[in-house]
């Protein structure tokens, strides 16, 4: 251990009604049985000089040996994912900078175009390894909104079942979902948003019976395993754009679910030298409405946007961060507030700056980036640069997280630049491929049976 020498980190509900768990039950078991999301106990502190200089490999297992051990072969996990087929470029997540104190952090180099092949990739060795030494068998059931379900697929082509939102997603994330042949990818198409995928999901693992016997894990951000693997860009990009560890960097960060952003703040409390945290919100502003007014208020009718992986009203890992500023107690009646009246009022941390992007902002975004640097950026990158320089201050040194390619929003590139954006020649003809998927009803008792047919 790098840091405080503590014993072993215990994994506890937000939700405080169910008994705290070691990594391998937090990590099978994704929600606690309460409900609640697992979250360790204490965060755990770093020496972050030591960390400079160090491999991406090297790097992530001295973070994630901070949460993770119980798993003897951690380092031969981690430097599978991060040193294999799956990432070329030996940096993992590049550092470019566009103009000094504005850099672009690369996240999106993975098997799948998209941030979330980062922690993905090592989620699917860390199954893997605890599923053959312990004999136990798992059925993956996920809710994307765009990017998780193929990274999730590709990483794990095993045993998912995935539920996306029927006509929600670009062509391009259709295609890499829908056209994986391999008989135990269950696709499913819900009729409705992202959101109501995501209670979908809790409504099955509610259910502790049906989730006991059809072995039922997640791969979802709500699986603490994806927040410790995100954690470590966050290091990386600060280490490739400072000099010195008095520096202090802002990194901004378009959020949907609350996963990516949450990393960071974990990273902030570890010890990471972060002056702010700029959440970049599109149309479904309920995130950015939080931090400017402390209301959280769900709302109802998601708007279908251009930055489709953020058309989210409800983001899950949110009580996680409610947790980290109040207590188990308040998490629970906040969100008995949030079931019956839609919404709560919680003073926001400091930590936090936010604003909102619209399609025409993202679309000048995209031609100004283009004109200026030669860059192409996705429409969520391009909603993270706009947030990010509006509420940055002068001289402060940013970091925008790039979460995809432009490849897979080609829609809003021609739109913006009046060109086709580059993809790789293994993904040329995606949209031709045959695809599997099956349309289903928005109904909780539906998924489980497909899940007890396909089992």
Sequence with gaps: MIGSYLPAVRFVSTRNAAPAASLGTALFDGLAPDGGLYVPERIPQVHVPSLRGLS???????????????????????????????????????LRTLEPGLHLLGLSHGPTLAFKDIALQ???????????????????????????????????????????????????????MYSLQEPNIHNL?????FDDCQDLVKQVNADA???????????????????AAQVVYYFKGYYAATRSNDEQVSFAVPSGNFGNIYAGYVALRMGLPVKRLILASN???VLDEYFRTGRYAVRRAVVETSSPSMDISKASNFERYVWHLTNADTV???????????????????????????????????????????????????????????????????ICLETALPAKFAATIREALG????????????EQL?????????????????????A
Aim: glycine fraction near 8%; avoid cysteine; charge should be neutral.
């Design 56 to 94: 991406y490999p090297e790097l992530a297992f001295r973070i994630l040996s901070e949460f993770i051990d119980d798993l003897p072969d951690l380092r031969k996990l981690v430097f599978a994912a991060y040193k294999g087929e799956a990432f070329p470029d030996p940096d993992v997540a590049p």
């Design 122 to 176: 090592l989620l699917g060795g860390l199954f893997e390894n605890v599923l053959s030494t312990t004999g136990r068998k798992l059925n993956i059931l996920g809710a994307t909104s765009g990017d998780t379900g193929s990274a999730a697929e590709y990483a794990m082509r095993g045993r998912p079942g995935m539920l996306s939102p029927h006509g929600r997603m670009s062509e391009f994330q259709r295609a890499q």
């Design 189 to 193: 198409a819900v009729k409705g948003v």
């Design 209 to 227: 019976e049906f989730k006991r016997r059809y072995s039922l894990g997640a791969v979802n951000s709500i699986n603490w395993a994806r927040i």
């Design 283 to 285: 149309e479904n502003n």
């Design 332 to 398: 629970r009646e906040l969100w008995r507030q949030l079931d019956a009246r839609g919404e709560f009022t919680l003073p926001p941390g400091t930590e936090f700056a936010s604003g909102m992007s619209t399609h025409a902002d993202r679309v000048s975004t995209i031609r100004w980036v283009y004109s200026q640097y030669g860059v192409m950026v996705d429409p969520h990158t391009a909603d993270g640069i706009k947030v990010g320089l509006e509420k940055a201050t002068p001289g402060e040194p940013l």
């Design 419 to 430: 060109r086709e954006p580059s993809r790789p020649a293994a993904l040329a003809n995606l």
């Design 434 to 454: 045959p695809q599997r998927f099956e349309v289903i009803e928005r109904d909780a008792e539906a998924v489980k049976a497909k899940i007890r047919n396909a």
